[in-house]
């Protein structure tokens, strides 16, 4: 949470670290009873504003205002949760009721107070509420209640004294804590830090997600197929799942058998896996640039923004495609990292840039391939590339970088997915050696074999 510091204070950003938690049966039946405490506060707060508008009252939405009906209720009502984490569930609704209301304010008829219960809610706990020390962590329970320790599951990234809040959550059959921090910007020695006037242009794409172009000739080619191939092996293994299964599924309203409650939990534990490796794949890709950049002390990203093609209606496959780029999230990992970095990020309008030379500013049809080709000057790149160089002349004050073909770094996102080493086979591949499970990994060539004349050699028979 945001606090008041002294100016003469370093800066400092917010950033998240997502840890599971070791437990027993009982810390996890107490635990998941949070969640549900947690969800009885908001429901109780949907059904005292209902009671309002039934009786036309204004509705109950600021945050002090709920904080003094949650102490009118007294102690003792909402089980072991304590009054930090009620407060919590409290601030999370009066922000989404104000969210609404501006949104509402400005023309959006789309947008939705909030009126819909929830089994669990995820409780925040802020700074002096909880004790973390290493991977032990405290979480706060009412008064009279057992203490309630836990184990996080791994070393996390931040030191315990700028640790400012912790949040537990239940996602996909799991329990986690989300640990946020306050983290210093990067200081750099004198002479090393990113210049403001170096300006590098980043083009988002789905085979490469970042293409970056900058000056002195120098750019960066993040590739993204091995995230491409999780995309398509997730999709050809959620297909199968859901033939296999077909016949089990139950009619609307039922509640169906044991057998297809589990194959569900199963589902979405395999779509949270998923999800976490394409963010993980994503945060690499990340920063790869940030660190291409800060090398060349580049102080400026200008980032064409692509999601005005979202909403086109391109066909079954490529909306498929559009779906699974999660551009908005490689936009925010970006931002983040760069913020982290002390580098300055601006959104462009990136229309016509992989169609546009960047020396003669011909106009020049879209290539099929990848390759770039000018018929008027004779200028040839990548086309994302050029893409990017386009998008770094469209920033106010910015130069359009020359380009040359020996200064591409190549860098790959998604080292830790299953399949792309030889030594982590993906399961869900096609077998392909006989009754061998999983990928083959690098196709090794055949040994030569000796020929005589035109036949083919046969191994001759063994002599005892």
């Not at 802020?126 to 979480?139: D, P, Q, V």
Request: positive net charge.
């Amino acid at each position: 949470m945001p606090r008041h510091r002294d100016q003469r204070s370093p800066t400092v950003v917010y950033r998240t670290a997502r840890s599971g938690l070791r437990l027993t049966r009982g810390q996890r039946r107490r635990l998941l009873g949070l969640l549900v405490s947690a969800g009885d506060v908001w429901a109780c707060v949907l059904e005292l504003n209902a009671w309002r508008r039934s009786r036309q009252d204004a509705p109950l939405a600021g945050y002090p205002a709920l904080c003094r009906e949650l102490a009118a209720a007294g102690p003792g009502c909402f089980g072991e949760l304590d009054t930090a984490g009620a407060r919590s569930v409290l601030r999370r609704y009066s922000d989404a009721w104000f969210a609404a209301a501006a949104r509402r304010k400005k023309g959006d008829a789309s947008a939705r107070f909030p009126r819909r219960r929830r089994k669990m809610m995820s409780v925040r706990w802020y700074h002096g509420t909880f004790a973390l020390e290493g991977r032990r962590l405290r979480i706060p329970v009412a008064r009279g209640c057992p203490p309630l320790p836990v184990r996080l599951d791994r070393d996390l990234p931040y030191p315990p004294g700028q640790v400012r809040s912790v949040t537990l959550l239940y996602d996909a059959g799991r329990l986690w804590a989300d640990v946020t921090a306050e983290v210093p910007v990067t200081v750099y020695p004198p002479g090393a830090e990113p210049d403001p006037g170096r300006v590098a242009g980043v083009d988002l794409g789905i085979i490469h997600p970042y293409a970056v172009a900058g000056p002195g000739g120098q750019a960066l080619l993040v590739s993204g197929r091995a995230v491409r191939a999780e995309h398509h092996l997730h999709l050809k293994d959620t297909k199968a799942r859901q033939r296999a299964t077909a016949r089990r599924a139950p009619n609307p309203g039922q509640r169906g058998s044991r057998r297809w409650r589990h194959h569900r939990r199963r589902q979405r534990i395999v779509e949270a896996r998923h999800r976490r490796r394409v963010r993980q794949a994503q945060h690499e890709a990340a920063i790869a640039v940030i660190s291409w950049a800060t090398a060349r002390r580049i102080g400026t990203l200008a980032v064409g923004d692509p999601r005005g093609v979202l909403n086109l209606a391109a066909g079954r496959r490529h909306n498929q495609r559009t779906r699974n780029w999660r551009v908005g999230h490689l936009i925010t990992v970006l931002r983040d990292k760069a913020e982290l970095a002390g580098i300055t990020l601006a959104l462009l309008d990136e229309r016509g840039t992989s169609s546009t030379c960047p020396a003669c500013r011909a106009r020049v049809p879209k290539p099929c391939g990848r390759v770039f080709c000018c018929p008027s000057c004779g200028l040839g790149g990548h086309r994302d590339v050029i893409a990017a160089a386009n998008i770094a002349g469209r920033l106010p004050g910015g130069i359009t970088p020359a380009l040359t073909a020996a200064g591409v770094t190549h860098r790959r996102a998604g080292n830790h997915l299953p399949g792309v080493s030889p030594a982590r086979r993906d399961p869900r591949r096609r077998p392909h050696h006989g009754d061998a499970r999983g990928s083959p990994g690098r196709h090794l060539p055949a040994p030569p074999a000796a020929t005589a004349g035109r036949g083919v050699a046969r191994p001759t028979a063994r002599t005892s």
